[in-house]
Nanobody
Framework: QVQLVESGGGLVQAGGSLRLSCAASGRTFSSYTMGWFRQAPGKEREFVASIGWSIGSTYYADSLKGRFGISRDSAENIMYLQMNNLKPEDTAVYYC???????????????????WGQGTQVTVSS
């Protein structure tokens, strides 16, 4: 059974940084795409970034390029999201997700992901 557990959220001032972690277990993820999404109150779940677990290729939401960085430690089965120069509009619950659809295809839509973590709150104060 696949389990995804996020950590690293919290309260940070605008301009600060946070690093989120997603610990994955229950499967070999070499063929998977792993992703980060976020959801602010009253808004739809939004794609942040994705990574091909085997080859490490990455894809970002255009609006977040240059501030956010996705990476993974394949040996430890942990995915990271480094968030820099945070803004109040980055406030949301951040979710990690895993997709078994295809091989490292860097999906951007939530319906392509089979497994989800419980989410971690990120709050950016102005």
């Amino acid at each position: 059974q696949v389990q995804l557990v996020e950590s690293g959220g919290g309260l940070v001032q605008a301009g600060g940084s946070l690093r989120l972690s997603c610990a994955a277990s229950g499967r070999t993820f070499s063929s998977y795409t792993m992703g980060w999404f976020r959801q602010a109150p009253g808004k739809e779940r939004e794609f942040v970034a994705s990574i091909g677990w085997s080859i490490g290729s990455t894809y970002y939401a255009d609006s977040l390029k240059g501030r956010f960085g996705i990476s993974r430690d394949s040996a430890e089965n942990i995915m990271y999201l480094q968030m820099n120069n945070l803004k109040p509009e980055d406030t949301a619950v951040y979710y990690c997700a895993a997709s078994s659809d295809g091989w490292n295809l860097l999906w951007t839509i939530p319906t392509k992901y089979d497994y989800w973590g419980q989410g971690t709150q990120v709050t950016v104060s102005s």
